[in-house]
């Protein structure tokens, strides 16, 4: 498999937020939102594994800025780390100002995908290389996020996390 990059797995998605689609203060539903990340995240999954994924987990969310009636989101995805069958994915969550077309960061999230074969089995997917410094600090924070999560789930033991244990303790 050969090495892919970051801007392989690339996938924008710009669309705008209807009625339907917001609260009693007409603000986009976070679940509308969510929907609209976890898409976004798959296409570039897929892009970087060019296999069938299946969403493993939603690690974070921050819903930083309300997202008004009206407004024109984009959400903009890649993959930050691929491990042996799993890829994190990093999303960004951008609203055009109406009156400057200035694209203001209003919310981001990070998924986790596992590509599978036509049964749902994990398969390999390729290795993944940063070429910018956001990309490299995503990349190494993925390490880490992955460490945490399998401490909590009890699936790795709290002294095996070596990029954890190198936050708190030094040599």
């Known amino acids: 498999m050969s090495i892919k990059y970051p ?4 996938s924008i998605m710009t669309d705008l937020v209807l009625p339907s689609e917001t609260n009693p203060i007409n603000n986009l539903f976070g679940g ?11 296409i570039a999954a897929r892009r970087h594994s060019r296999r069938i994924v299946v969403t493993a987990s939603v690690n ?3 819903f930083n800025r309300a997202i008004p009636l009206g407004s024109v989101v984009t959400v903009e995805a890649k993959v930050s780390r691929a491990f042996k069958t799993s890829m994190e994915v990093y ?8 009156e400057s077309g200035e694209c203001i960061k209003a919310n981001e999230a990070i998924y986790t ?13 390729p290795e ?9 600090l995503r990349f190494d924070g993925a390490l880490r996020r992955k ?3 399998l401490v909590l789930a009890g699936k790795m033991k709290p002294n095996d996390a070596t990029e954890l244990k190198a936050l708190f303790f030094k040599d």
Request: aromatic residues 4%; negative net charge.
């Open 7 to 10: 801007r392989d797995s690339k």
């Open 32 to 42: 509308e939102l969510l929907a609209r990340m976890d898409r976004a995240a798959s």
């Open 60 to 62: 974070h969310v921050a």
């Open 91 to 98: 999303i960004d969550v951008w609203i055009e100002d109406r």
């Open 113 to 125: 995908f596992v590509a599978v074969d036509e049964s749902g089995r994990p398969v390999k997917v």
């Open 128 to 136: 993944l290389k940063p070429e910018t410094e956001e990309e490299t």
């Open 147 to 149: 460490q945490l999560s």
